[in-house]
């Protein structure tokens, strides 16, 4: 057990909709992550929090948005879904605004249909 | 544009034996990587990392070698266990502004150890 929350595990949702994805990261880590992992890629940086405040973007599309709250968990917002976005998305987190060793959770698997 | 690869989808070893995953990577920027571990239905799991200024780390069963002239590095397993099955991705990371950095992952190669 890492120590990293991440809910719902499954989702099962239509085209066009919108979802939100939760994460709660270990007790005291500051740092927040969201990866994608579609079928045979490898994890893709998605965007980064540190204590509240957004630090990074990697390639998020505009659909999709996220943000890390005072309690420091996260949510990850995904809206007008597509087939494409059918994948694994992991929640990790770190002490530090580094993420190197950070810590993943079990991941949510979307299936948008 | 991948720049970290892992050119082996996937490698069956002996039990006992010596695993050899490799690594490629583009970016001269990186200067600090990271193996992962991944079993089905879980997260990925910090295995062992190498600093660039290094070109040996050694964990016990694993040993990370990095060559940065060829943009090379290689996760050694010896010996092999059954426990040892699973997805490895290798991972790099580049300082970025204000000492930001994010991880920048392969695409994983499946090893399976075979008894």
């Known amino acids: 057990d890492s120590g990293v929350t991440q809910t719902p595990k499954h989702l099962i949702t239509a085209t066009g909709q919108r979802v939100t994805l939760r994460c709660s990261p270990r007790?005291?880590?500051?740092?927040v992550y969201w990866y994608q992992q579609s079928l045979d890629q490898g994890l893709q940086f998605l965007i980064h929090?540190?204590?509240?405040?957004?630090?990074a973007k990697g390639n998020i599309l505009e659909r999709f948005s996220a943000q890390q709250f005072p309690d420091l968990h996260s949510e990850l917002n995904l809206s007008s879904l597509e087939l494409g976005d059918s994948a694994l998305y992991f929640c990790?987190?770190?002490?530090?605004?580094?993420?190197?060793?950070?810590?993943f959770g079990q991941g949510t698997r979307l299936t948008v249909v | 544009d991948q720049q970290v690869k892992q050119n082996s989808p996937s490698l069956s070893v002996q039990e006992g034996r010596i695993s050899i995953l490799n690594c490629d990577y583009t970016n001269s920027m990186f200067d600090y990587f990271l193996w992962y571990k991944k079993y089905p239905a879980e997260g990925p799991t910090f295995l062992i990392s190498i600093s660039s200024i290094k070109d040996k780390n050694e964990d016990g069963r694993f040993t990370v070698f990095l060559n940065k002239s060829a943009k090379h590095l290689s996760l050694h397993i010896v010996p092999s266990q059954p426990g040892d099955s699973a997805v490895y991705f290798c991972a790099a990371s580049a300082p970025q502004n204000f000492g930001n950095e994010k991880l920048t992952f392969g695409t994983g190669t499946r090893l399976t150890i075979i008894p």
């Open positions: 990790a987190s770190s002490v530090e605004v580094t993420n190197t060793e950070a810590f």
């Open positions: 007790s005291g880590d500051l740092s």
């Open positions: 929090y540190y204590n509240g405040e957004e630090r």
